[in-house]
């Protein structure tokens, strides 16, 4: 039985696709396959297309699987094992900071939807900053 996703799970799986290897072919199944190897998590396509994150890192995965041959990997041939493991090593970080960007982005302009929609209902920054209750009280 599939499980909800908590947000380490989605990190989990955003992580693994980040470090997807890009002569490998990726689908639906082999994502389920691959979180179900890695990290002992049940779960379903479904699930895992339900979480914007998750869909937003598949998609770029896939574009990039899918695009022509980039220069890294026309010369990957020529180059020594460490030096082709140091290049798919950089690959993978500019592909988690590239995300990592994008997402930064999404929830800096959902913060100023949220900060225009307070100001214009009369809510103030002291409203809005007040700390979570724990559960105490």
Do not use: C
């Not at 690959?91 to 995300?99: G, H, L, P, Q, V």
Request: glycine share 2%; hydrophobic share 35%; proline share 4%.
């Amino acid at each position: 039985m599939a499980k909800h996703l908590n947000d380490k799970d989605i990190n989990n799986v955003v992580e693994l696709l980040d470090d997807w290897p890009t002569d490998t072919k990726l689908t639906w199944d082999k994502l389920v396959e691959a979180v179900q190897h890695d990290y002992k998590l049940t779960t379903t396509r479904q699930t895992l297309q339900k979480q914007p994150r998750i869909k937003s890192a598949y998609k770029e995965v896939k574009e990039i699987i899918s695009g022509s041959p980039t220069l890294s990997d026309k010369g990957k041939k020529k180059l020594p094992a460490s030096l082709s493991a140091a290049a798919d090593m950089i690959e993978k970080r500019d592909r988690t900071i590239e995300r990592l960007e994008k997402e930064n982005r999404a929830l800096l302009e959902q913060f100023h939807t949220w900060l225009y929609n307070s100001d214009l209902h009369g809510i103030t920054i002291a409203q809005l900053s007040q700390p979570l209750p724990t559960k105490d009280e």
